[in-house]
Nanobody, 116 residues
Framework: QVQLVESGGGLVQVGGSLRLSCAASGSIFSINAFRWYRQAPGKGREFVALINSDGSTTYADSVKGRFTISRDNGKNTVYLQMNSLKPEDTGVYYC??????????WGQGTQVTVSS
């Protein structure tokens, strides 16, 4: 069964760093683009970053210069390196991709809490 599994969340102080991981099934990894989204308490899910199969990336303005998305095709894993974290970065972070036919595939999410 195709699935995404996130890890790496936790509690960190303002200005700190975390690296999130998203492990994906090998059957989809090499050809897919992957996205990170986040959802803060009481708010909707928002786009954070995208990495295409060719390695090109896109970021939300709120994280540009602080977050870096990358992928390791050999490990079927996508990463989100988060530096200079702010309280407004707090939320549940989700990994996402599209399956054949266009259906969404989401991971279970990992909690990131930035304390001041």
């Amino acid at each position: 069964q195709v699935q995404l599994v996130e890890s790496g969340g936790g509690l960190v102080q303002v200005g700190g760093s975390l690296r999130l991981s998203c492990a994906a099934s090998g059957s989809i990894f090499s050809i897919n683009a992957f996205r990170w989204y986040r959802q803060a308490p009481g708010k909707g899910r928002e786009f954070v970053a995208l990495i295409n199969s060719d390695g090109s990336t896109t970021y939300a303005d709120s994280v540009k210069g602080r977050f870096t998305i990358s992928r390791d095709n050999g490990k079927n894993t996508v990463y989100l390196q988060m530096n200079s974290l702010k309280p407004e970065d707090t939320g549940v972070y989700y990994c996402h991709t599209f399956l054949k036919g266009g259906s969404d595939l989401w991971g279970q999410g990992t909690q990131v809490t930035v304390s001041s």
